[in-house]
């Protein structure tokens, strides 16, 4: 059974960085493209980014592009997402979700194993 852990959610003040990270454990990491997806209360869950298997290739929603980064060290079983200049928008439950294929995609319904989230709150 595969499963995911995420961690380094916190509160931070508008403009500060947080870095999130998932660990995976069940089955072989390289063998999963990676993504981290977030959920603000009332709303659907939203595509943030994804990489693929070797962490060569990568997608971003626009409204985090430039900001966020997403990395991934399969030596560590762990995928990383850098947040850079936090807007109190990005406040969401994040969650970070592996899918049985080489290649990353932006839509939820597409993944098969699901983290339990990290809350991010950024304050004005």
């Known amino acids: 059974q595969v499963q995911l852990v995420e961690s380094g959610g916190g509160l931070v003040q508008a403009g500060g960085s947080l870095r999130l990270s998932c660990v995976a454990s069940?089955?072989?990491?390289?063998?999963?493209?990676m993504g981290w997806f977030r959920q603000a209360p009332g709303k659907e869950r939203d595509f943030v980014a994804a990489?693929?298997?070797?962490?060569?290739?990568?997608n971003y929603a626009d409204s985090v592009k430039g900001r966020f980064t997403i990395s991934r060290d399969n030596a560590k079983n762990t995928v990383y997402l850098q947040m850079n200049s936090l807007k109190p928008e990005d406040t969401a439950v994040y969650y970070c979700?592996?899918?049985?294929?080489?290649?990353?995609?932006?839509?939820?319904?597409?993944?098969?194993?699901w983290g339990q989230g990290t809350q991010v709150t950024v304050s004005s």
């Open positions: 990489i693929s298997w070797s962490g060569r290739s990568t």
């Open positions: 979700a592996a899918r049985l294929t080489l290649y990353e995609t932006r839509m939820p319904d597409e993944y098969d194993y």
């Open positions: 069940g089955r072989t990491f390289s063998d999963f493209a």
